[in-house]
C-alpha cells in the first residue's frame, strides 16, 4: 500500500524556519513528480512547490519563491521542503503528494497529484 507520510511541522515564531520531510513507503517514487501544498482554515488547498523525477527542475508559488527549497533523496524515498523567512500567512496544513509514474509536468494542479499524505500543521506567530 502506497503511503506518503509528513513530519517536521510545528510551532515558529516569524522569521523562523523549519524543515518538512514526506517519507514515502510502498513503492519506490523515483518516477514521480513530488509536490507541496497547503490549506489554511476556510481557504482552497494551494500549490507550494513541486520537484521533477531527479530533482534537476522545482516550480515554486510565487508566495514562497526565494524562501522555501524543494528536494528530493531517491535513495531515502523521501521529499524536502526547507522553509525561511516564515511568516503568518504561512500558517497551514502542509501536504505531499505525488503525481503517477512518468507524468513528468512539475504541476501546480492538486487534482493532478494520486497519492496524498495526511499532511502537517505548520504554524507561525507574529
Known amino acids: 500500500q502506497v503511503q506518503l507520510v509528513e513530519s517536521g511541522g510545528g510551532l515558529v515564531q516569524a522569521g523562523g524556519s523549519l524543515r518538512l520531510s514526506c517519507a514515502a513507503s510502498?513503492?519506490?517514487?523515483?518516477?514521480?513528480?513530488m509536490g507541496w501544498f497547503r490549506q489554511a482554515p476556510g481557504k482552497e488547498r494551494e500549490f507550494v512547490s513541486a520537484?521533477?523525477?531527479?530533482?534537476?527542475?522545482?516550480y515554486y508559488a510565487d508566495s514562497v519563491k526565494g524562501r522555501f527549497t524543494i528536494s528530493r533523496d531517491n535513495a531515502k524515498n523521501t521529499v524536502y521542503l526547507q522553509m525561511t523567512s516564515l511568516k503568518p500567512e504561512d500558517t497551514a496544513v502542509y501536504y505531499c503528494?505525488?503525481?503517477?509514474?512518468?507524468?513528468?509536468?512539475?504541476?501546480?494542479?492538486?487534482?493532478?497529484?494520486?497519492?496524498w499524505g495526511q499532511g502537517t500543521q505548520v504554524t507561525v506567530s507574529s
Open positions: 503528494a505525488a503525481r503517477k509514474p512518468y507524468y513528468s509536468t512539475t504541476s501546480s494542479y492538486a487534482n493532478e497529484y494520486d497519492y
Open positions: 510502498g513503492r519506490t517514487f523515483i518516477n514521480n513528480v
Open positions: 520537484i521533477s523525477w531527479r530533482g534537476g527542475s522545482a
